[in-house]
């Protein structure tokens, strides 16, 4: 168009009279949100030469109607993150999941608007959006968290027939190092820490707090139990057999803490599990239960009333003082699993007292320890 065209308003916004062709030119305004950077940006886009008034008329009036219509049918981010809500709702997630969820969404509407079509959203746009949490500062496993909940409800939209395909299909997953570690306790490594808790003291308020610190030790060690369920537990939850002649002590694992939120919780994977203890572990614990009677406790109350930052705190202090390497809370319950495998103790017993899936045992827990090598060549030999 010439730079020196003249156009005149008309009674209808968006429709001008051209002066030099003599024509109507139509100019269609217009809004999209950009999903890398969530601003919504203003478009607009001419029309030339149209013959008649009416027919600008109706051009304008098809171009709004079918951009409408457009937005309408697509099923956005938003969408999708109700209609998840709907499931946790009717399948009653816990609180800590829907949450968790709610916080994960929060992230990613950082860099993407909610009214988001998921129709528009390519692989570039996905990749884009992890590079650009990391960029924001979030760590590998929060990032880890967001890509499982654009994931989720994406799939969610799809399996309820929102959305015509599944763009997961085409997109490739991300790499994602969450950090996770594979450290196994030694024995020896173990009692270092024992005796730490078994030969000092940390009073507070007239009583000895290590006691405790080391009954939790060795139920991280000798059950595999997950931290949460270990602070949930009360006393009542060590049951001794009613058969004859049996002196087993067993733990009833059937709730979490969450130190977040300050709640119980079910256990991960709404698996309630009961435990056997060796009689080390038996020991320890009546010390602390006695001495829990004798200042006037009862059954119910929970043994460790300390949160997960607490008893962290205390296993990285136990390792910095004996010289250890420094040990997490998991990395107890990851060599629990591990010397069961090693034992020869059956998966379907190991999935019980751990209360994961044996697919996730081998994928997680199994691995070479030291000494292996040589079983595995000596059994190669004899071939």
């Not at 478009?43 to 109706?58: C, F, G, H, L, P």
């Not at 490594?189 to 080391?214: A, T, V």
């Not at 733990?251 to 435990?275: G, P, Q």
């Not at 997960?308 to 809370?329: D, N, P, Q, V, W």
Request: contains cysteine; aromatic residues 10%; hydrophobic residues 30%.
């Amino acid at each position: 168009m010439s730079k020196n065209s003249v156009r005149i308003s008309t009674k209808q916004p968006g429709i001008y009279k051209n002066m030099v062709t003599g024509k109507y030119d139509v100019k269609y305004c217009y809004s999209e949100v950009d999903p890398l950077t969530n601003e919504k940006k203003h478009r607009q886009k001419w029309y030339y030469s149209i013959n008649s008034y009416k027919e600008a008329k109706d051009l304008l009036a098809c171009k709004k109607n079918t951009s409408e219509r457009k937005t309408c049918e697509k099923f956005t981010l938003q969408q999708a993150k109700e209609l998840w809500n709907e499931k946790a709702k009717a399948n009653r997630y816990s609180l800590i999941s829907v949450r968790n969820t709610d916080q994960q969404f929060n992230m990613i509407t950082k860099f993407w608007s909610p009214n988001l079509a998921i129709e528009d959203i390519t692989e570039s746009h996905y990749l884009r959006l992890i590079d650009s949490c990391r960029e924001y500062g979030y760590s590998e496993e929060t990032i880890w968290n967001i890509n499982s909940c654009v994931r989720k409800i994406i799939k969610l939209a799809y399996k309820n027939r929102c959305i015509s395909e599944n763009p997961l299909d085409f997109w490739d997953s991300p790499r994602i190092n969450t950090g996770a570690r594979k450290n196994v306790i030694t024995k020896e490594e173990f009692l270092l820490l024992d005796q730490f808790f078994s030969n000092n003291e940390f009073r507070h308020l007239g009583r000895n707090n290590y006691p405790k610190y080391r009954l939790l030790l060795n139920l991280l060690y000798y059950t595999g139990m997950r931290i949460g369920e270990i602070i949930a537990l009360t006393y009542s939850d060590f049951m001794s057999s009613d058969k004859p002649g049996e002196k087993i002590i067993r733990i009833s694992v059937n709730k979490s803490y969450n130190s977040v939120y300050r709640l119980l919780k079910d256990t991960k994977n709404h698996k309630n599990r009961v435990i056997p203890l060796p009689e080390c572990v038996v020991e320890i614990f009546n010390e602390v239960y006695r001495d829990h009677l004798q200042h006037g406790g009862n059954e119910n109350a929970r043994i460790i009333t300390w949160n997960h930052s607490a008893c962290r705190m205390m296993i990285e202090k136990a390792c910095k003082t004996t010289g250890l390497r420094t040990y997490c809370c998991h990395d107890f319950r990851h060599t629990y699993i591990s010397n069961l495998i090693r034992l020869n103790v059956p998966l379907p017993i190991i999935e019980f007292v751990s209360g994961d899936t044996q697919e996730t045992i081998l994928k997680h827990y199994s691995h070479m320890f030291n000494g292996d090598e040589l079983l595995l060549l000596d059994a190669l030999e004899s071939m």
